[in-house]
Nanobody, 121 residues
Framework: QVQVVESGGGLVEPGGSPRLSCAAT????????MAWYRQGPGKEREVVAK???????KYMDSAKGRFTISRDNAKNSVYLQMNSLEPEDTAIYYC???????????????WGQGTQVTVSS
């Protein structure tokens, strides 16, 4: 059974630099896309950053220069280093992976449960 689990987040002061982590557990054949999404209060879910394949990285405009996404293939993990946080970054952050479990060999979308990041003094 494949699962995606996030950690990190919480209450952060403006200007803070939290790091979110996400790991996929279970028997995994390959991971094709790793990404972080977020959903702020009263807003649609939006993609913050994504890694496609080994090295194609894309960021939402407001994340460029402040956030860094990275992956550790050996740990089936993806990270989001966030810097210079602003109150507007307050949201539930979701980890997303498009991966093929060994059991099915079929690329499938997996989502984490979400982790709350609140930026406030």
């Amino acid at each position: 059974q494949v699962q995606v689990v996030e950690s990190g987040g919480g209450l952060v002061e403006p200007g803070g630099s939290p790091r979110l982590s996400c790991a996929a557990t279970g028997d995994i054949l390959s991971i094709y896309v790793m990404a972080w999404y977020r959903q702020g209060p009263g807003k649609e879910r939006e993609v913050v950053a994504k890694i496609i394949g080994e090295s194609s990285i894309k960021y939402m405009d407001s994340a460029k220069g402040r956030f860094t996404i990275s992956r550790d293939n050996a740990k089936n993990s993806v990270y989001l280093q966030m810097n210079s946080l602003e109150p507007e970054d307050t949201a539930i952050y979701y980890c997303y992976m498009h991966l093929a479990p060994i059991a099915t060999v079929t690329p499938t979308d997996f989502w984490g449960q979400g982790t709350q990041v609140t930026v406030s003094s």
